[in-house]
């Protein structure tokens, strides 16, 4: 079946890095693009990133711009975010989402269960 | 930026009640408009999308309207599965995608 399965969540200290992945299978992923999605504790959805299906484009929100890093690799069906100068509001749960239609111009229609990132002295 | 905002952001109701869920863009956003529900501990799961086309699976009683910068999700009979968070998101501006703050939906 369609799935998504987030890893690489953890705790670190302020400042340092982390590689979060998501692997893909039950659709053709190079097709499609994606997006990270994340929640902090008790709030809201935040979008985080958006890559194109062959990873050329990439866009980001201000908050997280020169910081957090999309990327994908379409030989092993998998997509990452690499986080760097993490700080203190960066602790979420991330989730990775596929867009639900060939351009950018969809809702996002499958979701991982989401791996969770606390950054903490 | 596009903001995104929800009302209410909670929201009382029973059983059979008939729900309805704005959401207001600061600037129009044609139809590029999706709903999600989310329930505690799971990811968003997606309803709605391009305002008013109903995901497959997507029970009939859900249904949305709107364009430009209105926007409403309407339940038209809660069930007890309903209960939930509710956000909206637009999609009109690829490079600067937002969310909702979220309604949630409690029993009354």
């Known amino acids: 079946q369609v799935q998504l399965v987030e890893s690489g969540g953890g705790v670190v200290q302020p400042g340092r890095s982390l590689r979060l992945s998501c692997a893909a299978s039950g659709f053709p992923f190079s097709r499609y693009a994606m997006h990270w999605v994340r929640q902090a504790p008790g709030k809201g959805l935040e979008w985080v990133a958006l890559?194109?299906?062959?990873?050329?484009?990439?866009y980001y929100p201000d908050s997280v711009k020169g910081r957090l890093t999309i990327s994908r690799d379409n030989s092993k069906n998998t997509l990452y975010l690499q986080m760097n100068s993490l700080r203190v509001e960066d602790t979420a749960i991330y989730y990775c989402a596929k867009v639900g239609g060939a351009t950018y111009h969809h809702g996002l229609d499958v979701w991982g269960q989401g791996t969770t990132v606390t950054v903490s002295s | 930026d596009i903001q995104m905002t929800q009302s209410p952001s909670t929201l009382s109701a029973s059983v059979g009640d008939r729900v309805t869920i704005t959401c207001r863009a600061s600037?129009?956003?044609?139809?590029?408009l999706a709903w999600y529900q989310q329930k505690p501990g799971k990811a968003p799961k997606l309803l709605i999308s391009?305002?008013?086309t109903l995901e497959t699976g997507v029970p009939s009683r859900f249904s949305g309207s709107g364009s430009g910068t209105e926007f409403t999700l309407t339940i038209s009979s809660l069930q007890p599965d309903d209960f939930a968070t509710y956000y909206c998101?637009?999609?009109?501006?690829?490079?600067?995608?937002?969310f909702g703050g979220g309604t949630k939906v409690e029993i009354k």
């Open positions: 890559i194109s299906y062959h990873g050329s484009d990439k």
């Open positions: 998101q637009q999609y009109n501006s690829y490079s600067e995608i937002s």
């Open positions: 391009k305002a008013s």
């Open positions: 600037q129009s956003i044609d139809y590029w």
